[in-house]
């Protein structure tokens, strides 16, 4: 496929797409107390702003890829835009409005804008590059979803430290200008892409589709691994465990009926999209690992709680460099050795972190132990297996394929904050963050096991 002429441009609006989208999932972290304090409401109702905007950013992500490969990824990348910006202004408002419940609807409609950036932009990219260029252009698309995760906490205090807690609504309006400017570049300069072979969406499973999913994210999230037995049992895991199960056999027997199924079942049965799905699944469990370094930084270093915020620098300057310098390295050798490179790499990283690093008290050596490990992680996220999804699906299906791994993903995501935090309650102190880090390690390692089976039809 011939690269259009203006791809730079495509590249840049793609790249700032993904900024926008990336901001907000950390952004709302550092004002949470402030909002909640603002609505007068405890811990257990305010964590909703943050845990709804995550739920529906996972259920929606398969919905909107495969819409984007029937309508086109230009219309649908624009109209997530246009949906991020009008949540963001409902959130704003909730403010003016006093209303927490206007606040959810608004973070819920941010979610499906945002969940469509990913999927659509890293498609287009993949379709837009030359294939001895391609690696490297999902190399520097992951390095920049995955920094501005990693910064949007720090975006979201800065924000809050020039217009005052008072004024928290200017976190959400600061988007609308941005997103009316890539919406007016979008329009003018990105190109249409879609293919003749698709159908018309599948409405029904794509709603039982969200359901399903939505099901299994509350069942993992009320998971409590320090008492497994009876969390397991306890009616806030059973009955949405129960109602996925149905609801997941309910959806496969409509897929299997469904002219354009808004998931391929065939997936399933090819050897090398589900080893990149499980894959992708312990590399969102590893990245997530991140969120946990500045806990794990304050303990070596004996420092105050909430000061070791600054020790993921060299976690995000690693996951800076890594994704493209290991996306050239895709379109020389492919994305097989360089995964397993980087896996080895962070596995090597928090093996650094629980043998050297953790009783040491020593700058030094958690640097260096963050460092192995950013570097490793830079190099296993995000690029590798989008661009292993990639070359063993069609054009036609690029969009829905991103969206499978981009949710797989996150069900890692979901899952491994409950298995990590499990070992640090269960024995606090030394040994339970020694186990977290081997935990982290052995996902690296379990991810390395199963890479061994890929092999690219």
């Known amino acids: ?14 790249l700032l797409g993904l900024v926008m ?3 907000y999932v950390g952004m709302v972290a550092p004002v949470r107390l402030v909002i909640q304090e603002f609505f007068g409401l405890g811990d257990s109702v305010g964590i909703w702003m943050v845990n709804i905007y995550t739920l529906f950013y996972a259920a929606c992500i398969p919905v909107v890829g495969k819409l984007a490969d029937i309508r086109g990824r230009k ?3 624009l109209a997530c835009l246009a949906t991020f910006a009008a949540g963001s202004l409902v959130c704003g408002l909730s403010q003016m409005a006093c209303s927490f419940e206007l606040l959810l609807a608004g973070r819920l ?4 804008g945002a969940c469509g950036i990913i999927p659509v932009a890293n498609a287009e ?3 837009s590059f030359p294939q001895e260029k391609k690696g490297m252009a999902l190399g520097i698309a992951a390095a920049v979803a995955g920094i501005s995760n990693v910064l949007g906490s720090a975006v979201g205090s800065l924000v809050m430290g020039i217009v005052g807690n008072e004024h928290w609504a200017a976190l959400f309006f600061v988007a609308l200008p941005i997103c009316a400017a890539l919406i007016a570049a979008g329009a003018a300069c990105l190109p249409n892409r879609t293919e003749e072979n698709q159908g018309a969406l599948d409405i029904p499973g794509s709603v039982l589709m969200v359901v399903t999913i939505l099901l299994l994210l509350f069942a993992l999230q009320n998971i409590d691994v320090s008492d497994l037995g009876a969390s397991l049992t306890s009616p806030n895991v059973l009955a949405p465990a129960l109602g996925f199960v149905v609801a997941l056999v309910v959806f496969i027997a409509m897929e299997h009926r469904a002219a354009s199924p808004v998931f391929h079942l065939e997936y399933l049965s090819n050897r090398p999209i589900v080893v990149t799905m499980v894959v992708s699944f312990f590399v969102g469990g590893v990245v997530i690992t991140m969120t946990l370094i500045p806990e794990v930084a304050e303990f070596i270093m004996s420092a105050p709680t909430g000061s070791g915020g600054l020790y993921i620098l060299p976690v995000g300057i690693m996951t800076m460099v890594g994704p493209p310098l290991g996306g050239k390295l895709i379109d020389k050798f492919g994305p097989k050795p360089v995964l397993m ?3 080895a790499v962070a596995a090597l990283g928090f093996c650094m972190l629980a043998f050297a690093s ?3 008290g020593n700058a030094v050596l958690l640097i260096a132990g963050l460092l192995v490990m950013g570097l490793g992680m830079g190099f296993a996220m995000g690029a590798p297996t989008n661009y292993m999804i990639l070359e063993n699906t069609s054009p036609a299906e690029s969009g829905s394929a991103i969206a499978t791994i981009a949710l797989v993903r996150q069900i890692g995501t979901t899952v491994a904050p409950a298995i990590l935090l499990g070992f640090v309650s269960a024995m606090p102190g030394a040994q339970g963050f020694f186990n977290m880090l081997l935990c982290a390690a052995m996902f690296c390692v379990l991810s390395l096991a199963c890479m061994v089976f ?3 039809h």
């Open 21 to 23: 989208g990336g901001l």
């Open 454 to 456: 890929y092999k690219k």
């Open 109 to 112: 409609v941010q979610a499906v």
């Open 1 to 14: 496929m011939k690269s259009p002429r203006n791809l730079k441009l495509i590249f840049a609006i793609y």
């Open 125 to 127: 990219i993949g379709a």
């Open 358 to 360: 953790l009783n040491s």
């Open 75 to 77: 219309p649908v990348f």
């Open 341 to 343: 490179g980087g896996l």
